[in-house]
């Protein structure tokens, strides 16, 4: 039954899957993440590159700021971690499935589901203020 509906419109069927896969992983996300602190070293890598164009003469100022950006870059890199513990196996798997169901119906159906994770992970996070 499900399968007939996927199979009815392959296309239509790639970008809702698309959605409510974004839609949980930015869900995810926003609760398994410090949304402040994001936030807050986003906010900081901002003002460093603000700091880099204005110092773009001084090399010692320079690297002080690119290792404070390592340092805002590599906390970061921490933060995300955690959510992707809990989507990466899901995802291979969910991903394998769509290839093994979608490629005889719709050739490109990765274009289709990557294009538009693309613009709705672009727009949950701006929805729901994911950082």
Partial sequence: MITDLLSASPEISVVVISFLVMLVTTVITKFATNQNRMKELKDIQKACNIKLKDNRGNPEEMKKINEEMMRCNLELMKHSFKPMLFTFIPMLILIGWMGKFFSPLLKGWI?????????????????LKVH
Avoid at 111 to 124: A, K, N, R
């Fill in 111 to 127: 274009w289709w589901y990557l294009i538009s994770g693309i613009v709705f992970s672009i727009l949950l996070k701006k929805i």
